[in-house]
């Protein structure tokens, strides 16, 4: 049948659709996977907290069919405020009885309407910083400067989200905790592993990218470099700017295959869900589509590695520690069980059950600085619950959480802080290998 006489276009798209040729309209197979059956409402945080059909996933879906019919326009600002506010944080994937993939359908909205309509200045900066290696490196230099001089001790004179990312910031220091020894891990002839640095990752915790090779490497994974690696891409896919994502994507293809690893590795929820859907985000391009598949095929976040070894038990840490879920790890990349693992291999820590763990903490990338009343509304249960704990340590493996959950407990007056899960083994693996300390 040719394509006239084909009611669907081959990306799947009516012909007749009021947006032809866009991101949504080639992801229109996905929608129309939604049977409206309701179960995703009460796993949605933002209609959990707003209590508006239009805030949920079946809403969302809704409205995205609606642009595809033009019954609603895409100029219509009410429609791009309910679609803002989704944080993306895939809770809805997990319980969907019919696989609606909602975090594709969701991007390929953003991408849609953000041709259109412009991202807000604020928010474009902040893409570009995370898209250009010098000026990332410069403002990551800039803010370890700022967090020398303990600038965010002035966060309470400060008002709205200037405190609040000035917390963000003072979050990002090694909790006292954690003040760790020095170890040489034992010698590994295993599967070799690149680390995908990250851009915050690298900038604010160098510490545990280097705790992530330390474990790794007493687990028997060799570490080799990766040099020309950039960006995952998952502030750029998330916020609609699909073109950026391409470009960061194929720059991370090139430097992972010339390391030769049999794995790369993250350390961080959003990156390693991004590079596990590179394939799909190159699907459409002939030269990288297959490139893009080996290489996700290749991705592990180090906790999936570590828990594949045992892990190795460390030595006795007498901390109160809860775990909280990064979305993107338990929901995207559907990992749930290796972070606790890592956890349990610790001797002498208390690991604490934490309500509702799986919910989204309300960073969501840039979300808590673009929707700060949403993202404060999804955070102050979670930060309710942390305090029923009674943990001193909150454990979690994503630069955003770490920093929205660090920020609201400092917010709150509390003492517990954030920790990323391998930096609690890194500090039992010191006391096991019991080299001199340092501080």
Not at 110 to 128: D, S
Request: proline letters at 8%; one cysteine or more; aromatic letters at 4%.
């Amino acid at each position: 049948m040719t394509a006239a006489g084909n009611p669907r276009t081959l990306h799947g798209a009516p012909e007749h659709c009021a947006l032809p040729d866009t991101p949504l309209a080639h992801a229109r197979t996905g929608l129309d996977a939604c049977v409206h059956c309701g179960f995703c409402l009460q796993a949605c945080p933002t209609y959990v907290v707003l209590e508006d059909e239009n805030d949920s996933p079946r809403g969302r879906l809704l409205l995205m069919r609606s642009l595809l019919e033009g019954a609603v326009s895409p100029d219509d600002e009410s429609v791009r405020g309910h679609l803002d506010r989704c944080l993306g944080c895939r809770a809805c994937e997990t319980v969907c009885p019919s696989g609606v993939p909602y975090g594709h359908l969701l991007e390929a909205t953003r991408a849609t309407l953000t041709k259109r309509h412009p991202l807000p200045i604020g928010a474009r900066v902040m893409l570009a910083i995370f898209a250009g290696p010098r000026l990332m490196r410069v403002a990551m230099a800039l803010g370890r400067v700022a967090r020398a001089l303990r600038i965010g001790a002035f966060a309470r004179f400060l008002p709205g989200r200037v405190s609040f990312a000035l917390r963000m910031l003072e979050s990002t220091r090694v909790p006292r905790a954690m003040r760790r020894g020095t170890y040489e891990p034992p010698a590994a002839d295993g599967p070799t592993f690149a680390l995908l640095e990250g851009c915050v990752m690298q900038g604010l915790y160098a510490a545990t990218n280097d705790a992530t090779a330390r474990t790794l490497t007493v687990n028997g994974y060799r570490a080799i470099p990766a040099p020309g690696q950039r960006c995952c891409g998952a502030l750029h896919a998330h916020a609609g700017d699909d073109d950026a994502a391409r470009r960061l994507a194929r720059r991370n293809i090139e430097a992972f295959e010339r390391s030769g690893a049999d794995y790369i590795v993250s350390n961080a929820a959003g990156c390693g869900a991004m590079m596990k859907e590179y394939g799909q985000l190159l699907a459409d391009d002939p030269g990288w589509a297959e490139r893009a598949r080996a290489l996700a095929a290749r991705v592990r976040d180090v906790s999936e590695l570590l828990a594949a070894q045992g892990p190795v038990p460390g030595g006795p840490l007498d901390l109160r520690v809860t775990y909280d879920a990064p979305c993107h790890l338990i929901h995207a990349q559907r990992i749930s069980a290796p972070p606790l693992k890592v956890l349990a291999a610790i001797p002498g820590l208390t690991l604490v059950p934490l309500t509702d763990a799986e919910y989204c903490c309300g960073a969501a990338g840039i979300y808590n600085l673009l929707e700060p009343a949403t993202s404060d509304a999804v955070l102050e249960p979670k930060l309710a619950n942390i305090a029923a704990t009674g943990a001193s340590l909150v454990a979690t493996g994503n630069p955003g959480c770490l920093m929205q959950i660090g920020a609201g407990l400092r917010r709150a007056g509390s003492d517990a802080r954030t920790v990323h899960p391998v930096d609690l083994l890194d500090a039992s693996y010191a006391r096991k290998f019991a080299l001199p300390t340092s501080r």
